[in-house]
């Protein structure tokens, strides 16, 4: 039995003023992903029958390595976000869920850097 009030024992249980901001660029980011992912599947598919050297060409063009750039960046931050909003709802653990966190980023953002890294090589023919 406690002889705080139900106010003081909230304090400090609430948001951590983070779970909007998330929830927005959450959102914004599968936004832009509707008309980037629509974008990439068509092209994709209609080089589905050319060769390696046809889509090295594609890449090259301005418009399309800066649209493929936005893909990769939004696809991965998109993920980032969700991975980590499934691992603070389901890892019980807080030393756990942290790790998990911060490995999940790690790795997310190395794709991400490695998927954008390929891009400009190829756009710029080095």
Known sequence: MSLRSPLSQARGLGSAKEGVGHWWVQRLTAIALIPLSLWFVVSVARFSLFDYATMVAWIKAPLVAVALVLFFVAMIHHAALGVQVVIEDYVGNEGT??????????????????????????????
């Open 97 to 126: 869920k942290l790790v998990s966190i911060v490995l999940a980023k790690f790795a997310l953002y190395a794709v991400a850097a490695a998927s954008v890294f390929a891009v400009l090589k190829i756009a710029f023919g080095a």
